[in-house]
């Protein structure tokens, strides 16, 4: 199944980051905070807020910081993604 975002929303897939302590242990998933760090997987169109177009200027590919509460949460084929307004997107990730 194929997810196309509507309007300003993005479509992002958590990265995953190998988080060690100090002294070298890697700590499990369940452990540590999910990452504010995330793929861009699908962009929607933009949109018109008064008159003025907004231009999504992320595209797929993309390595983005995300806002930590924002967005929706969604499950397809066993993948989990999260869709987020494009305001709730923070910065570029080089």
């Not at 929303?9 to 990452?35: C, D, M, Q, Y």
């Amino acid at each position: 199944m194929k997810i196309k975002p509507l309007g300003s929303r993005v479509l992002l897939k958590n990265v995953e980051v190998e988080e060690k302590t100090k002294s070298g242990i890697v700590l499990p998933s369940s452990a540590k905070e999910k990452p504010n760090i995330a793929e861009v997987i699908e962009v929607g169109p933009g949109e018109c807020v008064d008159g003025k177009e907004i231009k999504i200027e992320v595209k797929k590919g993309d390595k983005v910081l995300y806002s930590k509460y924002s967005g929706t949460e969604v499950k397809i084929d066993n993948e989990e993604y999260l869709i987020v307004k494009y305001s709730d997107i923070l910065a570029v990730l080089d």
